[in-house]
């Protein structure tokens, strides 16, 4: 990074040594980083050892079940003002430097970047640039930043992508992170039992970590019901993870008045309408799947999951080839490129 571009590079970790070299050289090689900042909450392994090798300043930060502590902890350690947060299972794969100059000039701005999970090549976007004078972290887990005032908090796009691989089958039992986030969470929400964050997080915690589906959509509906703010990045979150859900759960009829609920604020999202067809398709509406699977080809949208590509395309196939029409089943099939399920597919047809 430019000596002149002033942003510090700040992580909290514990018995990291698997993941934080990679994660500190991925964000030097992408952008440089002139200061560093590792805020250790107890390791027991060679993080600390690995951090100091990396040219990080080690400082020591005592656990006490509060995520945002620790990160505001190592943000007040930072030399710059500006701080980008970055997670010890995360990797800068794609940086833009002459754009992030550009952006670190509105002070005010909080930068969202795009994050893959290496499980299943799902995109969020996480906020984790900001500038320590106007903003803060707030919340024990799941934080968020949140301005130090009244002030609005002002969120656009920065030129980073992240890719995330601490949820990988071989780390996930080692790390026992799913039940510590549900404990902390469970706790959080003891005392705030209507907050809607907390709510979103211990519905997504319950459907994609321990798979109670029941569970979890009794939580998306009470998030969604104490705040439907649909500006909010977390709350179109919880209406995607609320509908799968309810797909997964053989709720069929109500993910059906779901598309009704909320289409007239996420159908402009390709990735609501992909949802929408998977619902459209388990209730038997095969036309109305059709179509919402056509409307997300070829969308004007960051997908690392395909779905304006080769997953609607094959969808679409599976469609054609249960009604019959195997000759057109053949041919959107081959439209799916490489993915291996449409390559089996034809495998079968063309015998």
């Not at 909450?41 to 040219?55: F, P």
């Not at 030399?79 to 299972?89: E, G, I, Q, S, T």
């Not at 009244?150 to 026992?176: E, F, M, N, Q």
Request: glycine share 6%; with cysteine; aromatic share 12%.
């Amino acid at each position: 990074m430019n000596q002149n571009l002033p942003i510090s590079l700040c992580m909290i970790v514990k018995n990291e040594e698997e993941f934080l070299d990679s994660s500190i050289k991925s964000a030097v090689v992408a952008l440089g980083f002139d200061d560093i900042v590792v805020a250790d909450t107890g390791s027991t392994d060679k993080t600390v050892e690995i951090a100091l090798a990396n040219s990080a300043r080690v400082v020591s930060f005592e656990w006490c079940d509060d995520f945002s502590a620790a990160r505001n902890f190592a943000a007040y350690n930072a030399v710059h003002d500006w701080v980008f947060m970055l997670d010890a299972d995360e990797r800068v794969i794609e940086a833009d430097i002459g754009k992030l100059e550009s952006f670190i000039k509105e002070n005010h701005t909080v930068g969202s970047f795009r994050r893959i999970e290496m499980t299943d090549n799902a995109v969020v976007n996480e906020s984790r640039l900001y500038n320590r004078r106007f903003y803060r972290y707030d919340g024990n887990i799941h934080e968020q930043i949140i301005p130090v005032d009244t002030s609005r908090k002002i969120v656009k796009p920065a030129p980073i992508v992240l890719a995330h691989y601490g949820y990988l089958p071989d780390v996930k039992t080692a790390k026992s992170k799913y039940e510590r986030n549900a404990r902390l969470l469970e706790e959080a929400l003891s005392k705030k039992p209507d907050d809607p964050y907390l709510l979103f997080q211990l519905g997504k915690c319950y459907s994609v970590n321990d798979g109670n589906l029941k569970k979890a959509c009794d939580y998306f509906e009470r998030s969604l019901a104490a705040k439907e703010d649909y500006r909010l990045e977390y709350v179109y979150y919880t209406v995607e993870l609320y509908g799968y859900a309810l797909i997964n759960s053989g709720q069929y009829e109500k993910a059906l008045e779901f598309i009704g609920r909320y289409g007239e604020f996420y159908n402009h999202k390709p990735e609501f309408r992909f949802l929408s067809a998977h619902i459209y398709q388990n209730n038997g509406m095969l036309q109305e799947a059709v179509e919402c699977y056509e409307s997300c080809i070829g969308a004007d949208t960051y997908d690392a999951k395909g779905i304006t590509s080769f997953l609607s395309y094959y969808n679409i196939g599976v469609i054609l080839e249960c009604v019959g029409m195997l000759e057109d089943a053949v041919a959107i099939y081959e439209k799916c490129g490489g993915y291996e399920p449409a390559k089996q597919r034809l495998a079968e047809l063309v015998k």
